[in-house]
Each structure stands twice: as structure tokens, then as C-alpha cells.
């Protein structure tokens, strides 16, 4: 089981409505943009790139012992820091700072309130691989939020909260009905 990440895709020229023509980049090189008037494409500024997901986490131990039953690779030991944080298949970090290290560059800072703002979704081989995982989950003493059902979207789903109500999706893709 990994997470599902997928590459984000090019706008055609003019897709947003700007005024600026748009290249699509070749591997190695830039995204370049021209103003129509302007002659031959020239790079204005590098596009920040996607790199990591960060997590305020208020039990370090509780959170990454969750994470770890989800397959992620975290090194022992690491509970016991204020900062964490894993390179996933594909290059993408996934970090977490614990209530302190948030505080010390952002003292007024509070844990949010309410439902998730964000979910990390899941991908499981098949249907019984996402009741397997929430089962296994929810028996170890981790919040189920929605149970496993069969979308209409074509995935068997369900939700569970991290240690830090965090929405976690487990899905796989339903088998075609024939």
C-alpha cells in the first residue's frame, strides 16, 4: 500500500485566462511563459515546486505508530524528537512538528478545532484490503469515521482520523460489474 499521488497536468495557452502564452515544459527544463508581443520564450521564475505535507501533531508517539501501521517508513526512535519527517515513494515528504516546535516559531499558534481541513487518501490493492485496514485501525484503538462502502464513484471507501483528527482515506477501485 502506498499513497496515491498523482502528477499535476499542464494548462493549454490561455487555460487561465492571462494574457501570456504558456509552453508546455520538456523534461529538464522550465516551464516558460511569452507574452505574445514579447518574441522568443524566456524563462520569468522558477514554479515552486510540491514538496512536502506538514502536520502539527499534539502525541508524536500515538501519531507516528499510525502511520507506521499505514506502511510509511519511519525510523525508530523518531517519537521521541519534535520534528519528523519521511521521503515517500516518489520524492514527496511527509513531516510532523509536535505542539512545542510549532510554538517556538509561532507562539500564538493553536490546534485547530473542528472537522479535517485536508485528508491523506490511501490506495489499498483491492475492496478487501480497505475493510482489512480500517478493521485492523479501528481495533488498535484509532478513530473510524466513516466505515467502509462501496462509492458510487467506483471505490470501496472509508475515512478513519489520525491521533490528531486528520482525515485519513483507505480506498481501492471496485471491481467492474459484468
Given at each position: 500500500?502506498?499513497?496515491?499521488?498523482?502528477?499535476?497536468?499542464?494548462?493549454?495557452?490561455?487555460?487561465d485566462?492571462?494574457?501570456?502564452?504558456?509552453?508546455p515544459?520538456?523534461?529538464?527544463?522550465?516551464?516558460?511563459?511569452?507574452?505574445?508581443?514579447e518574441?522568443?520564450?524566456?524563462?520569468?521564475?522558477?514554479?515552486?515546486?510540491?514538496?512536502?505535507?506538514?502536520?502539527?501533531?499534539?502525541?508524536?508517539?500515538?501519531?507516528?505508530?499510525f502511520?507506521?501501521?499505514?506502511?510509511?517508513?519511519?525510523?525508530?526512535?523518531?517519537?521521541?524528537q519534535?520534528?519528523?519527517?519521511?521521503?515517500?515513494?516518489?520524492?514527496?515528504?511527509?513531516?510532523?512538528?509536535?505542539?512545542?516546535?510549532?510554538?517556538?516559531?509561532?507562539p500564538?499558534?493553536?490546534?485547530?478545532?473542528?472537522?479535517?481541513?485536508?485528508?491523506?487518501?490511501?490506495?489499498?490493492?483491492?475492496?478487501?484490503?480497505?475493510?482489512r485496514?480500517y478493521?485492523?485501525?479501528?481495533?488498535?484503538?484509532?478513530?473510524?469515521?466513516?466505515?467502509?462502502?462501496?462509492?458510487?464513484w467506483?471505490?470501496?471507501?472509508?475515512?478513519?482520523?489520525?491521533?490528531?483528527?486528520?482525515?485519513?482515506?483507505?480506498?481501492?477501485?471496485?471491481?467492474?460489474?459484468?
Amino acid at each position: 500500500m502506498g499513497l496515491l499521488i498523482r502528477k499535476a497536468a499542464f494548462l493549454p495557452p490561455y487555460a487561465d485566462h492571462s494574457p501570456r502564452a504558456a509552453t508546455p515544459a520538456t523534461p529538464g527544463r522550465p516551464f516558460r511563459s511569452r507574452h505574445p508581443t514579447e518574441g522568443p520564450p524566456t524563462v520569468d521564475a522558477m514554479t515552486p515546486r510540491f514538496d512536502l505535507i506538514g502536520m502539527a501533531t499534539t502525541d508524536m508517539a500515538r501519531t507516528l505508530g499510525f502511520y507506521r501501521r499505514l506502511g510509511l517508513d519511519i525510523p525508530p526512535g523518531a517519537e521521541s524528537q519534535p520534528h519528523v519527517e519521511v521521503t515517500l515513494p516518489g520524492g514527496i515528504r511527509i513531516a510532523w512538528d509536535d505542539a512545542e516546535m510549532v510554538r517556538s516559531f509561532d507562539p500564538d499558534w493553536t490546534p485547530p478545532t473542528g472537522g479535517p481541513r485536508h485528508s491523506l487518501a490511501f490506495r489499498c490493492t483491492d475492496p478487501a484490503e480497505v475493510d482489512r485496514w480500517y478493521a485492523e485501525l479501528t481495533e488498535a484503538g484509532y478513530e473510524g469515521h466513516l466505515k467502509p462502502w462501496d462509492a458510487f464513484w467506483g471505490q470501496r471507501y472509508a475515512v478513519l482520523h489520525d491521533p490528531d483528527g486528520n482525515g485519513v482515506d483507505l480506498f481501492a477501485p471496485l471491481p467492474e460489474a459484468g
